[in-house]
């Protein structure tokens, strides 16, 4: 399938610590984002990262992607309560619009 | 001001009836989508329009049909609601361009008994 699958599901760690989310795909693609969706909202892009990058930066975000094992990372560094939400990553296809979510990693920040 | 607005937040009805959830966006963008969350979050596009056309129309079932009266409006109209529909519905739009980000609304809830 398309989709991007989460890695891991769930993930809990202390305040100030970084937080790594990976992301496997299956198809070529044109582009990889990742959103955040906090309990009850609509999703959040963060960032994109198109298949000829390697490696972006937002704020305390890194995103890395390696195109030659379908594999993405994002990196959350210094971690922080308002953090706590599900992160997912979305695969973009050269056709056009196309995005295939996965089932996300559920990231709790413990103050 | 909310960029993508979706109405109703909370939707309860029974099996068997026909139900529309109505969306709209005010950010100028020409393609809008539906997704369908389910109970372990995946999150599955239903849906494309660009511009009132489809492009996407991912396998759903035929009881499931959007309209799109122009382009800032997407509904969703479902009929002969089934259990298996209750999940939470969630419009999105963006710009046309592989690049482009998703802008989303903060979802419906159905919930068919």
């Known amino acids: 399938s398309q989709q991007g699958e989460e890695d891991p599901q769930a993930l809990s760690i202390q305040e100030g610590e970084n937080a790594t989310m990976n992301c496997s795909y299956k198809?070529?693609?044109?582009?990889l984002q990742w959103y955040r969706q906090n309990s009850g909202r609509g999703l959040v892009h963060l960032i994109l990262?198109?298949?000829?990058?390697r490696e972006k930066h937002s704020g305390r975000l890194r995103v890395t992607l390696d195109t030659s094992k379908k594999s993405s990372s994002l990196l959350i560094t210094a971690s922080r309560a308002a953090d706590t939400a599900s992160y997912f990553c979305a695969t973009g296809t050269n056709t056009g619009n196309q995005f295939y979510f996965g089932t996300g990693t559920s990231l709790t920040v413990i103050p | 001001d909310t960029a993508v607005s979706q109405t109703p937040k909370y939707l309860v009805t029974q099996m068997g009836n026909d139900k529309s959830i109505k969306c709209e966006q005010n950010?100028?963008?020409?393609?809008m989508y539906w997704y369908k969350q389910d109970s372990k979050k995946f999150l599955k596009i239903m849906f494309s329009y660009n511009n009132k056309e489809l492009i996407i129309n991912e396998t759903v079932p035929n009881r499931f049909s959007p309209k799109s009266p122009d382009k800032a409006h997407l509904n969703l109209h479902i009929n002969s609601l089934e259990l298996g529909d209750s999940a939470v519905y969630f419009c999105a739009s963006s710009n046309t361009g592989a690049n482009s980000p998703l802008h989303f609304g903060n979802g419906t809830r159905l919930t068919v008994t």
């Open positions: 950010l100028g963008h020409d393609t």
């Open positions: 990262i198109r298949s000829n990058e």
């Open positions: 198809t070529s693609i044109n582009n």
